[in-house]
């Protein structure tokens, strides 16, 4: 079963902006707030050097991320009596897509309903499939690129999954379509788990394995590649992120079979903050891949400035050795949050 | 391309409005539980001190902070996170964090309060520092358990000196580290804020 083939699997525009509307303005004004919900809105565009054309993305034209976007991120608790037993979480964008007859492409990123059963959490939904450096690591506003944009792994997915910690381990499970933002239930699926150790946020580190099995679609945004024909995919992987005064540095590597062909991605990432409260930031990023027998690097610059606690200013200069194009993007982002 | 200049103009109108991250637990279940072996659940709410009051609100925090909201971490608007906590259906206790800007990057200052609001437990999600692990010793941070906000009134953050039980709380850091200042004024903006977000609240 394929779901909405008319829009490439994406909602309708007009829904989904009817559901921002309503969901934005009922605002109950109660002392407490179960309720969170950010505003976002993000300009961002891309030159490329190499042929001297302006591009309304951050990377390529059919991936969801970056484009020009109003969108918003929205979280419910749900609580019975004299506790929380869960959350609901929606992430949604309408973005310009110049590919598009009416120039709007209606997203979801987020979309999972979490329950707090007595020993860990389960949810399903649209959520990030346990695999990886992104399966914790969020990169939604980000220009850099990073494995979930190439075929060995999604940003999001539909399905299960179990998070289970301790003290010390951090156990994610998942079983998904393998589809990607589109929701397909036809023959594919991916089963996924990451098992990490540390906590990037309290310990300053955490490094983690991973694996994954599946026949997957080949998916960029709400478009699917090769016909939509299954892949079959078996990989394992590693990661890590490690914090040490003003700086930070990420790694994530993936490797394994695509249609019993060796494949792998990988990134290293290098970040220094600058300025008090982590204002400024400047990176660097290489990183490489190889997918049935054609491989490629991505070298990225970029920068990071918070022109106000709700505009962030960010820049990046990626040169990509295949195509061998130089390029430079820029982005305003703005995040707000309310409480209602 | 019309489209994108609209944006941008948009955004950039739009920066002068607020916009902060506020601070909350990235594992509540796990943390709660840990700090609250006997609990049965938790409810989690988020309050700013813009809907809570405005700019009114805003100056009798920082009155009782004694010292101004400034920075990326504390903008009105800045959403809190307040975990109430129950056994049964009685109250036990709050669990509380706040954004400080501290010598590398943001630290995170975790209070874990009685259902009256003394301190039984401070806890550091975040911080980036050569003297981390002093902070984070249990010799330093149980210094603070009994503490209220009562005990930090009499203690000027912004020159670190005071009367009472606070000014026996000394810099564990050999260096004179400034995150101590910055902790220490972390710890006394969460209880002032407490004062208004808990349920005894007095602000």
Redesign the interface.
């Known amino acids: 079963m394929r779901y909405e083939r008319d829009y490439h699997g994406s909602i309708p525009a007009k829904s989904l902006f009817l559901l921002l509307m309503i969901v934005f303005f009922h605002s109950v004004p109660l002392?407490?707030?179960?309720?969170?919900l950010n505003l976002e809105?993000?300009?961002?565009?891309k030159y490329d050097l190499s042929n001297s054309e302006?591009q309304?993305y951050s990377h390529h034209k059919h991936d969801a991320m970056q484009k020009?976007s109003?969108g918003f991120d929205y979280i419910h608790?749900l609580?019975?009596?004299?506790?929380?037993w869960g959350y609901v979480s929606i992430q949604s964008r309408l973005a310009?897509d110049e590919l598009r007859e009416n120039?709007i492409e209606a997203q979801l990123y987020n979309a999972f309903l979490n329950w707090?059963a007595p020993w860990l959490?389960l949810w399903i939904g649209h959520n990030k499939p346990a695999l990886g450096l992104s399966s914790y690591l969020d990169n939604h506003a980000q220009l850099l690129i990073d494995n979930t944009m190439t075929a060995l792994n999604f940003d999001r997915d539909w399905g299960v999954g179990a998070n289970y910690?301790?003290?010390t381990i951090d156990l994610k499970l998942s079983l998904t379509t393998g589809s990607g933002m589109p929701l397909y239930l036809d023959e594919t699926y991916l089963v996924s788990g990451r098992l990490g150790v540390g906590?990037l946020?309290?310990g300053?580190s955490t490094v983690g394995v991973s694996f994954a099995a599946g026949e997957v679609l080949h998916s960029m945004g709400y478009n699917v590649m090769h016909g939509e024909k299954a892949h079959q995919t078996m990989v394992g992987g590693v990661d890590g992120s490690m914090?040490?005064?003003?700086w930070e540095t990420a790694a994530d590597l993936i490797l394994g079979s695509y249609d019993e062909y060796y494949a792998y991605t990988g990134l290293l990432r290098l970040n220094h903050?600058l300025f008090?409260?982590?204002?400024a930031s400047i990176m660097t990023q290489a990183q490489f891949t190889r997918l049935k027998n054609v491989t490629d690097q991505n070298y990225a610059v970029a920068m990071q400035y918070?022109?106000?606690?709700?505009?962030t200013l960010r820049a990046m200069y990626n040169y990509r050795h295949l195509t061998e194009n130089h390029t430079v993007s820029a982005q305003?982002f703005?995040?707000?949050?309310f409480?209602f | 391309?019309k489209?994108?200049i609209l944006?941008?103009l948009?955004?950039?109108a739009?920066?002068?409005?607020?916009?902060?991250?506020?601070c909350d637990l990235?594992?509540p279940?796990?943390d709660i539980k840990?700090f609250f072996p006997d609990h049965?659940?938790?409810?989690?709410?988020?309050?700013?001190i813009q809907?809570?009051g405005g700019k009114a609100l805003l100056t009798k925090v920082e009155t009782r902070l004694g010292d101004k909201f400034t920075?990326?971490?504390e903008?009105i608007?800045?959403?809190y996170t307040?975990y109430e906590v129950?056994k049964?259906?009685k109250l036990i206790g709050y669990v509380h964090g706040v954004n400080q800007?501290g010598r590398?990057?943001?630290i995170?200052v975790f209070l874990v309060l009685s259902e009256r609001g003394i301190i039984t437990q401070l806890y550091?999600?975040?911080l980036?520092?050569?003297n981390?692990n002093l902070f984070k010793a249990r010799t330093f941070t149980s210094q603070f358990a009994g503490l209220s906000v009562k005990d930090f009134d009499t203690f000027d953050i912004v020159n670190m000196k005071g009367t009472g039980k606070v000014t026996t709380i000394k810099n564990p850091a050999p260096d004179n580290d400034p995150d101590f200042a910055a902790i220490m004024r972390g710890i006394k903006k969460n209880l002032v804020l407490m004062e208004h977000f808990g349920r005894w609240g007095s602000l």
């Open positions: 002392p407490a707030g179960t309720n969170l809105i993000q300009a961002v565009g302006f309304p020009p109003i608790r609580r019975g009596k004299s506790r929380d310009y120039k707090k959490d910690e301790t003290e906590d946020a309290k300053n914090r040490y005064l003003d903050y008090p409260e982590d204002r918070k022109i106000s606690p709700a505009l305003l703005y995040y707000r949050g409480i | 391309m489209q994108i944006l941008i948009a955004l950039l739009a920066s002068f409005l607020y916009g902060a991250v506020g990235n594992d279940a796990k840990r049965t659940g938790y409810k989690t709410y988020y309050r700013s809907r809570d920075g990326l971490f903008t608007d800045v959403p307040i129950f049964g259906d800007k590398y990057g943001g995170q550091f999600q975040r980036s520092s050569r981390g």
